[in-house]
Structures are given as structure tokens and as C-alpha cells.
């Protein structure tokens, strides 16, 4: 098992460019989230589905997008970046929303110029 | 405010030495408590749950503890190793709503 998996690594965005991070779990969690980790700061939620058909706004969803797409996979869109957005984005999942473990992807470090 | 905060924010010890990490919270109302492990440029991994009920629970040389009472957790670690070296993060999750609260973390560095 690969467990969560997140593209791509490392990416370099100018302000104003968009990109989709791509997020696929294979335990079949039904829940999966984004969050955002900038130094000194807790990880903070940008967006979460409880199950695969729901999306819902987390702490700090302003700037972001996402799609459910399947029970497997779970992507953050940019539509404009700005250099706030300049971060690591981590994926989870778990079996049941907030009291389960969740299991993390490897991160993708963004950086918006 | 539902909060969750760790001390020492970073922290050196040699090889082999035993330290103690706290996380006091103010989330209520309150249904359990991990500590996670993230080593650098890799996602968290969990170590251990606690729920209202336990005081103390272990995995390895990691001995978690909680007091409900007071709202303070602990994570101690004996006979640090090198693979010791990572951030360690409270999490604290509320049992009202599909909602965990993250520490900033505790940043572990042991020398040899």
C-alpha cells in the first residue's frame, strides 16, 4: 500500500498562475483533507470532505478550490496564486471525519514569486 | 477560543537523554488527544490516543499523559536517539464537531 500519495513534489508558481495538487489515498478512507503548514504555525485546515460527494470549507479556505473527484482522490486547486499561498500542503485521510487517525501524504512545498 | 499550545517551542538534548514535551488546550468539549511525529520535509505520523478516560499511554520509549482536569498533556521520550530528531505535535480533537485542533509543535533536536 502506497497510502497517500501527493503531486507533485516541489512547485514554482509566478502570482496570478494556477495549478492543481493532486492528493490519491489507496486505504479507502472516506475522509480526506488539505491542510497548509507555513513555519512557526500549526498545520491549518483549508479544506476537508467527510465522505466522497461532500466538500466543506475549513480555517482558511479563501484563494482555494477543491474537487472530491472519487473516494480516492481529493485535489486543491489555485485559481490565482499569490505569494501568501507560498507554503507545504499536506493531504490526509482517515476512515471517519476529526477523531480518527489520519494518515499523511509527503507534502508539496509551493512557492508563488 | 479553542486553542492548543506547546512548549518548548525547540529543544537540544544529547544522545541517550530523556525530555519532556507539554501541550496545554482549551478545546471543549474534548474527545481525545494525539501526539504525532514529523520528521523534516515528511508528513506526521501518529503516536499515540488518549481519550477523556486515560491518563497515561506508551509506544516504545514514547510515554503519553493527560490530565482532563488541568488540560495539560505530556510526551515524554527516554534514551533519546538520533532518529529522535523531528517536530512532535498535539492534536486535540472536539467530539461537537468534525473538528481537530493542531499545536504549533515542538521542534526535537538530539546531538550525539
Known amino acids: 500500500n502506497a497510502g497517500v500519495t501527493q503531486t507533485p513534489k516541489f512547485q514554482v508558481l509566478k502570482t496570478g498562475q494556477s495549478m492543481t495538487l493532486q492528493c490519491a489515498q489507496d486505504?479507502?478512507?472516506?475522509?480526506m483533507y488539505w491542510y497548509r503548514q507555513d513555519p512557526g504555525m500549526g498545520l491549518r485546515l483549508i479544506y476537508y470532505?467527510?465522505?466522497?460527494?461532500?466538500?466543506d470549507k475549513g480555517e482558511v479556505p479563501n484563494g482555494y478550490n477543491v474537487s472530491r473527484l472519487n473516494k480516492r482522490e481529493f485535489s486543491l486547486r489555485l485559481e490565482s496564486a499569490a505569494p501568501s499561498q507560498t507554503s507545504v500542503y499536506f493531504c490526509?485521510?482517515?476512515?471517519?471525519?476529526?477523531?480518527?487517525?489520519?494518515?499523511f501524504g509527503p507534502g508539496t512545498r509551493l512557492t508563488v514569486t | 477560543k479553542n486553542q492548543v499550545e506547546q512548549s518548548p517551542q525547540s529543544l537540544i538534548i544529547l544522545e541517550g537523554k530523556n525530555c519532556t514535551l507539554q501541550c496545554n488546550y482549551t478545546v471543549s468539549p474534548f474527545s481525545n488527544l494525539r501526539w504525532y511525529k514529523q520528521d523534516t520535509g515528511r508528513g506526521p505520523v501518529s503516536l499515540t490516543i488518549m481519550t477523556f478516560s486515560e491518563n497515561t499511554k506508551s509506544n516504545g520509549r514514547y510515554t503519553a499523559t493527560l490530565d482532563a482536569d488541568t488540560k495539560q498533556s505530556s510526551l515524554h521520550i527516554t534514551a533519546s536517539q538520533l532518529s529522535d530528531s523531528a517536530s512532535y505535535i498535539c492534536?486535540?480533537?472536539?467530539?461537537?464537531?468534525?473538528?481537530?485542533?493542531f499545536g504549533s509543535g515542538t521542534r526535537l533536536s538530539i546531538r550525539p
Open positions: 490526509a485521510s482517515s476512515e471517519l471525519p476529526s477523531r480518527d487517525e489520519q494518515y
Open positions: 492534536v486535540v480533537s472536539l467530539s461537537s464537531a468534525s473538528k481537530i485542533i
Open positions: 486505504m479507502n478512507h472516506n475522509s
Open positions: 470532505s467527510a465522505s466522497e460527494g461532500t466538500t
